[in-house]
Structure formats: structure tokens, C-alpha cells
């Protein structure tokens, strides 16, 4: 069995629609108040708290993980996940004049940007990239050690959702869990090692 190679086309294009519905559930989940776990998570908590500019953010908590991601996981999949967060990050900021939402419950919000984010992430992950930060760590123990990239993730998840509620109200952080939930249950049952191998 040998894994199958991608064209960089189809890298470039996967990295293009997984940054694209990442951005679109984020969109989604700050009009709702609500937020997820991960690097962006953080960024998030980080936004709200202060206002400053949740792209910016996001761009400048990922950069002390390029590190680690490039002796652990290589030059390849560096790059590329410094590509996909400076593109999420440049969507993001771009988003409030390309988007408006007039009316969204937070249970919609928190189920649809659960998938997209999963979907998102796991269009990055199959071609070798992340969204840097928690998801570099969790491929890598995924890749290393076996560990579902999905339940990691939603340890990690656990603990910044819990951190939110310094910042956001309960309510809110509820629908947040839902929509971190969706996600990393999605990642779980969809993302898993061995799955592009041909004979």
C-alpha cells in the first residue's frame, strides 16, 4: 500500500476551499457571539476581551508554533500551514465587506459552524496542512502515536471553552461547546490515518 500523492493543484485548491469554509463558519460563530477551541479559540477570547482584530490575533498566536511544526512534521506541511493561516487570517479581516448576516440563532450558528469548521479542517489535513497551533499538535500524535486528531483536539478544546467563560456569558459558551463538539465528532469519524492508502 502506498499513500497517494497530490498535485500541487490539488493542494492549492485545498487549501483555498478549507480556508474558505473555515472562514465562512467564523464568520458565523462571531455574529453569534459564540467562539471555537484551537489556536482560534484563543484568538477569539483574545478579540472579544480587547477588540483588537481577530485576524491579526490569530496570524500572531500561530507564529511560535511554525517551530515545532517544522522539526516534527516538515518543511511541506510548515509551509503550508503558515499558507492556510495567513489566508484564513487575510479571509477573516476581508469578511465584514464581503459578508453580512441579518438574523442567526446561536443553535444554528453553533451546528453549522461546527461542520464547516470540521469539514475545513479536514480538507487542510488531507493535504498535508493546518490551521497551525492545537492542530499541529494534534496531527502530530495523531501521526506519531495514534491518537485520534479529533479527541485531542477536543481535550484541548475543553479546557479554552472553559477559560471563555471569564469572558462571554454561559449561554454562549454552551452553544460554543455544541459547536466545538460538532466539529471534533466530525474530525473523528472522518479523519482517520491510513484512509488515502491504494494498493
Known amino acids: 500500500m502506498s499513500e497517494l500523492r497530490h498535485t500541487p493543484f490539488e493542494d492549492a485548491q485545498a487549501l483555498f476551499a478549507g480556508t474558505l469554509f473555515v472562514s465562512l463558519a467564523l464568520i458565523l460563530l462571531n455574529q453569534a457571539g459564540l467562539l471555537t477551541g484551537g489556536t482560534a479559540g484563543i484568538a477569539f477570547l483574545l478579540h472579544y476581551?480587547?477588540?483588537l482584530s481577530f485576524g491579526s490575533l490569530f496570524f500572531a498566536i500561530n507564529l511560535p508554533f511554525y517551530g515545532f511544526a517544522w522539526a516534527r512534521m516538515g518543511r511541506e506541511?510548515?509551509?503550508?500551514?503558515?499558507?492556510?493561516?495567513?489566508?484564513?487570517?487575510?479571509?477573516t479581516e476581508a469578511s465584514p465587506r464581503l459578508f453580512a448576516i441579518d438574523r442567526l440563532h446561536p443553535g444554528y450558528a453553533a451546528v453549522l459552524g461546527g461542520l464547516l469548521l470540521g469539514a475545513g479542517v479536514l480538507f487542510l489535513a488531507r493535504h498535508r496542512a493546518s490551521l497551525?497551533?492545537?492542530?499541529?499538535?494534534?496531527?502530530?500524535?495523531?501521526?506519531?502515536?495514534?491518537?485520534r486528531a479529533?479527541?485531542?483536539?477536543l481535550a484541548i478544546d475543553a479546557v479554552i471553552l472553559l477559560l471563555a467563560l471569564?469572558?462571554?456569558?454561559p449561554p454562549r459558551v454552551?452553544?460554543?461547546?455544541?459547536?466545538?463538539?460538532?466539529?471534533?465528532?466530525?474530525l473523528?469519524?472522518?479523519?482517520?490515518?491510513?484512509?488515502?492508502l491504494a494498493a
Open 49 to 51: 476581551a480587547t477588540g
Open 188 to 196: 473523528a469519524i472522518n479523519h482517520r490515518p491510513g484512509r488515502y
Open 174 to 186: 454552551g452553544w460554543s461547546v455544541l459547536a466545538a463538539v460538532v466539529m471534533n465528532l466530525f
Open 77 to 91: 506541511f510548515t509551509l503550508k500551514t503558515f499558507a492556510a493561516v495567513s489566508l484564513l487570517a487575510l479571509m
Open 132 to 147: 497551525g497551533g492545537v492542530g499541529v499538535v494534534s496531527l502530530y500524535l495523531q501521526d506519531r502515536h495514534g491518537w
Open 166 to 169: 471569564l469572558v462571554v456569558d
Open 150 to 153: 479529533g479527541r485531542v483536539q
